[in-house]
């Protein structure tokens, strides 16, 4: 009879299982500015240093109205979920994350985790790690899109929104960035799945109706565009010229935030400049 220790397979998996990284600590909820959720553990960020709030351009009301919705958050008084929908590069991430920024600079009692949207299912389990801490939480999800074609995630979502048995605690909220307005395919065709495609939208349309606030984020035009170049140049003594930064988009198919921000690492560059 073969001793167990000495087959190839097990000594084989116990030299994989040594190799392995070990999982990540868990760290305190209350001594980092913005942590990842990793399904089992929450992980400080290495770094958290998003763009400043007010370099934000061309997104005042957006910017307003989550401001005052995260300030109620860190008073405690009722605060809304938040779907922040529209065209890629607008600022939805850049703006979920400045805002959270400005409060901590107040010296307001609050972090940012971010929840990948593969793990919403273990949302429960978070929710038990923060629901007794003194600070407020924003759970953020990026780039929503459910790729199961018809799978439970747009139900359990739902269910924490709505204020199930698994509803999210008092101290937090979710703000979810999405393309769509209504986070469903444009074309039900996409849907394969055997059950009626029909239900699958309905559901993913009830999970948008669930968020207190929606807020849409548009292309923007070039005035825009070259207007938020100019106020990140200007925060890091960069010179500008509009007719070279209308080029650098006309390059890449599109104007936007995301856009203008990797035009002003370019200027950096190029003006050896440090951002």
């Not at 101290?171 to 395919?185: F, P």
Request: net charge negative; glycine share 8%.
């Amino acid at each position: 009879m073969t001793d167990a220790a000495s087959d190839p397979l097990t000594r084989i998996a116990a030299a994989l299982e040594r190799m392995a990284p070990p999982p990540p600590a868990d760290s305190d909820p209350l001594a980092h500015p913005a942590y990842v959720w990793r399904g089992d553990a929450l992980v400080a960020t290495r770094a958290f240093a998003p763009l400043p709030f007010d370099l934000l351009t061309g997104i005042d009301q957006q910017k307003a109205v989550l401001l005052e919705n995260t300030r109620r958050l860190t008073d405690r008084l009722p605060a809304h979920d938040v779907l922040l929908w529209g065209a890629r590069g607008a600022g939805k991430s850049a703006l979920s994350k400045s805002v959270i920024a400005a409060l901590q600079a107040e010296g307001r009692a609050i972090a940012l985790i971010e929840v990948p949207g593969d793990r919403i299912e273990t949302l429960p389990a978070l929710f038990a790690r923060i629901a007794d801490a003194p600070r407020a939480f924003i759970l953020f999800i990026d780039d929503l899109g459910f790729d199961d074609h018809g799978g439970q995630t747009p139900r359990i979502l739902r269910s924490m929104l709505e204020g199930g048995a698994e509803a999210r605690p008092d101290n937090a909220r979710l703000y979810v960035t999405s393309n769509r307005r209504h986070i469903v395919a444009r074309d039900l065709k996409e849907q394969d799945s055997p059950i009626n495609p029909r239900d699958v939208v309905d559901d993913r349309l009830a999970l948008a109706d669930r968020f207190g606030l929606s807020l849409g984020f548009h292309v923007c035009d070039q005035a825009t565009y070259v207007a938020m170049i100019e106020r990140y140049a200007a925060a890091h003594g960069l010179t500008v010229d509009p007719q070279d930064a209308v080029q650098w988009a006309t390059q890449r198919g599109s104007r936007s935030g995301s856009v203008a921000w990797t035009y002003v690492v370019e200027l950096g560059g190029r003006q050896g400049v440090r951002l």
